[in-house]
């Protein structure tokens, strides 16, 4: 099982670039999310989805778009790079039921430099 | 909404019992999390609280108390490489299970 699978592991934009985040699961999980983390300031949630077709904002959503054609695939599109975008992004998915229920298995990570 | 505090930083000797406090007030309950994050690595699942008392899986023990909105992760024989960040988090009650985290307590195992 590949479980959480994002790409790419490093990136370095320029000021106004804009770019896609891919995070993949193959566990057929309902849940996804996107959080980002900067020192001192723990994971914050940017945008989840509880199924295809539905997403919502989380804590810190402006200057990003997702959306969630399938149950597999949550991308993160940043429109318009700023360096305050400048940080480690994680996409994470659980499942509804079973005995994991809730508990969220994350992707490794995308390090976003924004120059 | 949810609020979760934790401690910063923690330091602990090799061989000892460590206890890390979290506590949170949240709009409705639907358990407590733990997880484990080393430097430059993803968060991973620790421990599940959803009813009072204490949860024990190897080294690694969690305690819950609701009426208290409180916490704690309690780690014994601490080797080195439980040097890491441990990340409270709690979801909401009602709609998304999605996780509010702390900002994680940074712990420092020294020999």
């Known amino acids: 099982n590949a479980g959480v699978t994002q790409t790419p592991k490093f990136q370095v934009l320029k000021t106004g670039q804009s770019m896609t985040l891919q995070c993949a699961q193959d566990?057929?999980?309902?849940?996804m999310s996107w959080y980002r983390q900067d020192p001192g300031m723990g994971l914050r949630l940017i945008h989840y989805?509880?199924?295809?077709?539905?997403?919502d904002q989380g804590e810190v959503p402006n200057g990003y778009n997702v959306s969630r054609s399938t149950t597999e695939d949550f991308p993160l599109r940043l429109l318009s790079a700023a360096p305050s975008q400048t940080s480690v992004y994680f996409c994470?998915?659980?499942?509804?039921?079973?005995?994991?229920?809730?508990?969220?298995?994350f992707g490794a990570g995308t390090r976003l430099s924004v120059l | 909404g949810q609020n979760i505090d934790q401690p910063t930083e923690m330091t602990a000797t090799e061989g000892a019992i460590v206890q890390i406090n979290c506590t949170y007030q949240?709009?409705?309950?639907?358990?407590l999390f733990w997880y484990q994050q080393h430097a430059g690595e993803a968060p991973t699942f620790l421990s599940y609280n959803v009813l009072d008392g204490l949860e024990e899986k190897g080294r690694f023990s969690s305690f819950l108390s609701r009426s208290k909105g409180y916490s704690y992760l309690l780690l014994k024989e601490l080797q080195m490489k439980d040097s890491a960040s441990y990340l409270c988090a709690a979801p909401p009650s009602g709609g998304s299970y999605i996780p509010t985290f702390g900002r994680g307590t940074s712990l420092i195992v020294h020999p």
């Open positions: 994470a998915s659980s499942s509804t039921r079973g005995k994991a229920k809730n508990i969220q298995y």
């Open positions: 949240t709009s409705g309950f639907n358990g």
């Open positions: 989805s509880v199924g295809a077709g539905i997403t």
């Open positions: 566990m057929n999980h309902e849940y």
